[in-house]
């Protein structure tokens, strides 16, 4: 571990998500953010895990590209939903929103997030996944319906927030991170920037 500040690199979030530069401003950091643009298609026969993997690391060497040469550290990250062995997106309107939680009603469904540290100079330093189990309990279609009407979360994979009034959707969550739920695992994250000389607290 580099416990000279001095030494610490610049901090890049790789990502345009608002619910992941808010998870990485509690760390009270400096740090910017960019919009990598990547092909977040599955590839064939690929793995939940290995997905959201690869989708961290290819934003995060992306991001280091446009961050240009110098000492810059850059995150990305990515997080699928997993359902009876499909992989789910973001719902995008409230009709896929609904039923998707739908589908959701009374099973175990299960989140991955990934995350990749890339320095702009050295290349991929660390890549890990952290895995979220989430038990719905049984929701009616009018229970769905409502949750979608007071809280609309159709920019969120399973179309909820777990740190808002989606908690109530829950009988259990099952993480070592719950953050990892929200899309950015801040407990691993947070190990992996000490190590590269970033002082937290």
């Not at 099973?107 to 890339?118: A, E, M, N, P």
């Not at 320095?119 to 949750?147: A, K």
């Amino acid at each position: 571990m580099n416990d000279n500040p001095s030494a610490a690199p610049k901090l890049v979030l790789a990502s345009s998500s608002p619910y992941r530069r808010k998870l990485l401003q509690r760390l009270q950091l400096k740090f910017h953010t960019l919009s990598p643009d990547i092909d977040e298609t599955p590839h064939i026969d690929e793995l939940p895990v290995d997905y959201v993997k690869r989708l961290a690391r290819e934003k995060a060497e992306t991001g280091a590209k446009l961050s240009g040469t110098g000492n810059t550290l850059v995150i990305g990250s990515d997080q699928t939903l997993v359902l009876d062995g499909e992989i789910l997106g973001k719902p995008g309107s409230p009709v896929k929103a609904h039923d998707m939680l739908s589908r959701c009603s009374g099973k175990s469904v299960y989140f991955y997030c990934g995350y990749c540290l890339w320095h702009s100079e050295q290349g991929e330093l660390e890549t890990g996944m952290v895995p979220t189990e989430v038990r719905f309990r049984r929701l009616s279609s009018s229970e769905v319906s409502r949750y979608i009407e007071q809280e609309p979360a159709l920019d969120c994979a399973g179309a909820f927030k777990s740190e808002a009034l989606g908690i109530s959707l829950f009988t259990a969550l099952r993480s070592d991170d719950p953050t990892a739920l929200i899309g950015l695992p801040m407990i691993a994250v947070s190990m992996a920037l000490r190590t590269f000389g970033i002082q937290i607290p």
